[in-house]
């Protein structure tokens, strides 16, 4: 009775190692992770940014208009002496008659001087610029900018896909960790009785003491993995709660098998036709189209409408010789550059091929991690069925060898490996149902049926909660 005092203490002191947390739905778990991700944040944020940038490409369609401004300082005003103009720079003063001479002379040399500007100058005008035809650039650079944002968008989905695959995980984790610990608490339980049952047996004269240290030793070796257990439950849920932003979260929903298996060749058509990694690719490659357009278009030339409209202005005679404003169509045609045109050109093709083949086989392999996936949920399902029946095995086994044992018919070693086989298949069973529930959430990730996923959970929940 002391014996049996001190392990429910003992368990009782282990379970209090770990402060009970509020029990979440996996529905629910779900949906808070959505709401405080900052993975998520992230990348719904890089999205923003690109459909931010592809906005802001729209405005290449329309003119630029800007106000200049300058001041200038010239070394010198700029003048016009009409002495240095023919016929007055051609005349000989020597050949004049000598009356005409000295009334040439008698003249002062400013009066022959007209001032076109000021040593400062001060303008300042209204410039606009409008490119009406770029040989395809802008309508090329609007849509890579699209397929960017598309680009942004699938990896937001796969990382969604992602930390589904980790919330199932981690919060089904948390459930076979509780089911484990269950499973070594019956043991500890089950081993102490034994030990107790062997110390009297060993009074009485029936057993020997060996067998009496035999039940012992399991009985210490329980004690071990039962607060084994009891750590891993904590860790579980610390990674649980960590993860969704919680304090101390606890599992509502339990492991669950389907009674009929999903179609692979339903989940592999819909994994080709709407996997975004595969969407992801074809944004990559219209990126690359749009860049060999964009590299093609250098060789065209580029036409533009341009004006300008003098808002202010010095007075000088240069100003008012000036019109106030101008508008005119401009041509660039290029003829030779140093940009390597056609290099440019054959890299941005490179990259087009580039994504089609990394397309190809990323079909390629998709459809492989489906096919394995598939198989190693029916592995599990196997392993499921086949150790139910080895769990009916051990249990009978230690119902008949707890018999021969307080009947001195059996040893204590039998009794204790009946013990122990019995709780090894339950971990083992625990284990299969762990791996078949991580295959089919890796396949409804991959085919995109995370909703049916979550709607399964629920309903397997509703059905356990309907029943108790």
Known sequence: MQSKF??????????????????????????????????LQASQEEVRRSEAESQASEDLNWPSLSINGSYTRLESPIE????????????????????????????????????????????SSLQAMWPIYTGGRVTAAQGIHAAQVMEKEQQHQIAQ?????????????????????????????????HAEHAQKLEQQGQIAKVERLNAQVALENAKVDYASA???????????????????????????????????????????????????LEAKEAQAQGL?????????????????YTLYEDDSLLA??????????GVNIPLISRDGRSGKVQAARSALLQ??????QTRQDLSLLLDQSYRQLLQAKEEVDSLQVSQQLAE?????????????????????????KLSAVQTKQLAARYRYLLAYARLMAVSGQLDEFVARASRVQEEEDARQ
């Open 161 to 193: 896909r992602e930390l589904f695959l980790q919330l199932v995980e981690r919060y089904y984790g948390v459930a076979v960790s509780h089911a484990l610990t269950e499973t070594q608490s019956q043991l500890l339980l089950s081993l102490n009785q």
């Open 355 to 360: 994504a089609r083949y990394t397309k190809a």
């Open 80 to 123: 016009l002496d009409l002495r240095d103009l023919n016929p007055l720079a051609s005349l000989d003063p020597t050949t004049l008659p000598p009356a005409l001479a000295g009334a040439l002379g008698t003249i002062p040399g400013s009066l022959f001087v007209t001032p076109f500007t000021e040593q400062d100058l001060f303008r």
């Open 396 to 420: 009978e086994n230690k119902r008949l060898r707890d018999l021969a044992f307080s009947q001195g018919l059996s040893t204590s070693i039998d009794k204790v490996d009946a013990e122990l």
């Open 292 to 308: 060999v357009e964009v590299e093609k278009g250098s060789y065209h030339p580029t036409v533009y409408l341009y004006g300008n």
């Open 6 to 39: 001190r392990v429910l203490i003992c368990l009782l002191f282990l379970s209090c190692g770990l402060a009970q947390g509020s029990e979440m739905s996996f529905a629910h778990a779900w949906q808070q992770l959505l709401k405080v991700s900052d993975k």
């Open 320 to 329: 008012k010789m000036e019109p106030d404003w101008l508008v005119g169509v």
């Open 230 to 280: 009891r750590r891993q439950l904590e860790m579980a849920q610390l990674a649980l709660s960590r993860m969704l932003h919680e304090q101390n979260v606890d599992t509502a929903s339990t492991l669950f098998i389907l009674r009929d298996q999903p179609s692979l060749s339903q989940l592999n058509q819909m994994t080709l036709a709407e996997h975004p990694a595969l969407k992801l």
